[in-house]
């Protein structure tokens, strides 16, 4: 059995559907929240990651870096790191100051998720086109390396413009912390593969996952990089108790809430919306389809293996049947989704940690 290392991914959901986003219970979510990557780290997580997201409840981390100064602040050990900073939304040159000060604040323990989003929502009330997602994170990107890479940046470009400027202060890290970005198209596996960026995946059952990790590594050899599984991440919801139908019961609500809250994020309103998605944005075409013929239930996405619930040797012989078949050398456990309560994920994270990371940190076969 292949070494893993096991993250954790939690976007922070809004779990109190109908009532207002207000008031001192923002600051209890915030406080559950923390309370569990502390725990994280005691466990032997390996990292935390945090996403971004915009005017909605499925993310109260529309600023995963504010979040990420504060855990910097009260962990030692576990790497942190946002997948994503959604860089088409943000200004560059902030980001990569933004950067520098979280590496100094974890003393070197950040790691760098970026890419453009997928909510389509999200880039109509910003008012972008859906088009300019792509080439606004490209040349956010190489902006960033630019400040990273050079003690005076010049930089003329379609979207930013920045004259003779010095980033200060300067990460620890060097040249700079990790740079990993998202992979969903298969544009994105080439160039990804091409740029020598790791890459993290999600909602992908694990035959296309498999095909997805075969063509990044494929070209990772044609451009004469390691082809080595700790440069692909695969995100997965998890949840353990104590018996696989406790886990199934606990988890069934919260997972039809999840679908709700991503529904109402991220997914066009119409047919008609997702069949005009211009050509650089084709590919979510297929990706939001299930959502139009309701292919989505919580039976399908255990049985697909998007969701990986059960008591601890089910969840650890479903992650080595998954790690087997498609090849990923992290998974990010995403043990925190939809109204899942703060008791319940604190000890389906404890279980996880003492009864299943442990299989994978030994040569020790699963029978």
Same mark, same amino acid.
């Given at each position: 059995?292949? @070494?893993?290392?096991?993250?954790?991914? %939690?976007?922070?959901?809004?779990?109190?559907?109908?009532?207002?986003?207000?008031?001192?219970?923002?600051?209890?979510?915030?406080?559950?929240? $923390?309370?569990?990557?502390? #725990?994280?780290?005691?466990?032997?997580?390996?990292?935390?990651? #945090?996403?971004?997201?915009?005017?909605?409840? @499925?993310?109260?981390?529309?600023?995963?870096?504010?979040?990420?100064?504060?855990?910097?602040?009260?962990?030692?050990?576990?790497?942190?790191?946002? $997948?994503?900073?959604?860089?088409?939304?943000?200004?560059?040159?902030?980001?990569?100051?933004?950067?520098? $000060?979280?590496?100094?604040?974890?003393?070197?323990?950040?790691?760098?998720?970026?890419?453009?989003?997928? %909510?389509? &929502?999200?880039?109509? !009330? /910003?008012?972008?086109?859906?088009?300019?997602?792509?080439?606004? /994170?490209?040349?956010?990107?190489?902006?960033?390396?630019?400040?990273?890479?050079?003690?005076?940046?010049?930089?003329?470009?379609?979207?930013?413009?920045?004259?003779?400027?010095?980033?200060?202060?300067?990460?620890?890290?060097?040249?700079?912390?990790?740079?990993?970005?998202?992979?969903?198209?298969?544009?994105?596996?080439?160039?990804?593969?091409?740029?020598?960026?790791?890459?993290?995946? &999600?909602?992908?059952?694990?035959?296309?996952?498999?095909?997805?990790?075969?063509?990044?590594?494929?070209?990772?050899?044609?451009?004469? &990089?390691?082809?080595?599984?700790?440069?692909?991440?695969?995100?997965?919801?998890?949840?353990?108790?104590?018996?696989?139908?406790?886990?199934?019961?606990?988890? !069934?609500?919260?997972? *039809?809430?999840?679908?709700?809250?991503?529904?109402?994020?991220?997914?066009?309103?119409?047919?008609?919306?997702? %069949?005009?998605?211009?050509?650089? /944005?084709?590919?979510?075409?297929?990706?939001?389809?299930?959502?139009?013929?309701?292919? *989505?239930?919580?039976?399908? #996405?255990?049985?697909?293996?998007?969701?990986?619930?059960?008591?601890?040797?089910?969840?650890?012989?479903?992650?080595?049947?998954?790690?087997?078949?498609?090849?990923?050398?992290?998974?990010?456990?995403?043990?925190?989704?939809?109204?899942?309560?703060?008791?319940?994920?604190?000890?389906?994270?404890?279980?996880?940690?003492?009864?299943?990371?442990?299989?994978?940190?030994?040569?020790?076969?699963?029978?």
């Amino acid at each position: 059995m292949e @070494y893993l290392e096991f993250s954790i991914f %939690d976007l922070v959901h809004w779990p109190h559907a109908g009532q207002k986003l207000e008031g001192e219970e923002q600051i209890q979510i915030y406080e559950n929240h $923390m309370e569990e990557w502390l #725990l994280a780290e005691r466990m032997g997580f390996d990292t935390i990651w #945090l996403g971004e997201h915009h005017f909605t409840e @499925y993310s109260m981390t529309p600023s995963p870096n504010i979040m990420l100064s504060t855990l910097a602040q009260r962990t030692k050990n576990i790497k942190i790191g946002n $997948m994503i900073n959604a860089l088409n939304f943000n200004d560059p040159w902030r980001m990569a100051e933004e950067f520098a $000060m979280l590496d100094i604040l974890s003393k070197g323990r950040l790691l760098i998720g970026l890419g453009r989003s997928a %909510d389509v &929502l999200e880039y109509e !009330k /910003f008012g972008m086109p859906l088009e300019d997602g792509r080439p606004r /994170f490209k040349e956010g990107l190489e902006l960033i390396k630019k400040a990273f890479s050079q003690e005076v940046v010049d930089h003329d470009g379609q979207f930013f413009y920045v004259k003779g400027g010095s980033l200060t202060p300067r990460p620890i890290q060097k040249p700079y912390p990790q740079i990993y970005t998202t992979c969903l198209s298969p544009e994105t596996h080439a160039w990804a593969a091409k740029e020598g960026y790791p890459v993290s995946t &999600l909602f992908l059952p694990p035959d296309r996952a498999s095909e997805s990790y075969n063509t990044y590594m494929s070209e990772r050899k044609k451009n004469n &990089l390691e082809v080595d599984p700790k440069n692909y991440l695969m995100a997965r919801h998890v949840y353990v108790a104590e018996t696989k139908e406790k886990a199934m019961e606990d988890a !069934k609500e919260p997972m *039809l809430e999840f679908l709700r809250l991503f529904q109402n994020a991220a997914v066009p309103d119409t047919q008609e919306e997702l %069949d005009s998605f211009p050509e650089n /944005f084709k590919f979510f075409t297929q990706f939001f389809a299930p959502f139009f013929g309701g292919e *989505l239930t919580y039976e399908g #996405l255990i049985e697909s293996g998007l969701f990986i619930c059960g008591d601890p040797e089910t969840v650890a012989e479903e992650i080595q049947f998954q790690q087997e078949q498609i090849g990923f050398g992290q998974l990010m456990c995403w043990m925190s989704f939809g109204n899942l309560s703060h008791n319940k994920v604190m000890n389906s994270m404890e279980l996880f940690g003492k009864h299943v990371m442990p299989k994978f940190k030994s040569s020790v076969k699963i029978s």
